[in-house]
C-alpha cells in the first residue's frame, strides 16, 4: 500500500511541457489520461480500505 501512496504522491506533483507550445491539446489529452490513472490508483487505495493523504491535504 505505502508503494500506491507514492505513487500517487508522484502523480499528484507531476510537470508537464508541451515543447511544440502549440493550441493545447496535447496539454489536454495529457490531463485526461493523468485523472484516468490518478481514479485508477485511488480505486486500488479504496479497495485496500485507505484513504490517501493527499486527498485529505487538497494536494491533488
Known amino acids: 500500500m505505502k ?31 493523468l485523472k484516468r490513472l490518478e481514479a485508477e490508483v485511488l480505486d486500488t487505495l479504496h479497495s485496500f480500505g485507505a484513504t490517501s493523504k493527499l486527498e485529505l491535504e487538497g494536494v491533488m
Not at 10 to 16: D, E, P, Q, S, Y
Open 3 to 33: 508503494e500506491v501512496e507514492t505513487f500517487l504522491h508522484k502523480l499528484a506533483t507531476l510537470r508537464i511541457l508541451d515543447p511544440a507550445c502549440g493550441s493545447g491539446n496535447f496539454l489536454y489529452v495529457t490531463l485526461e489520461l
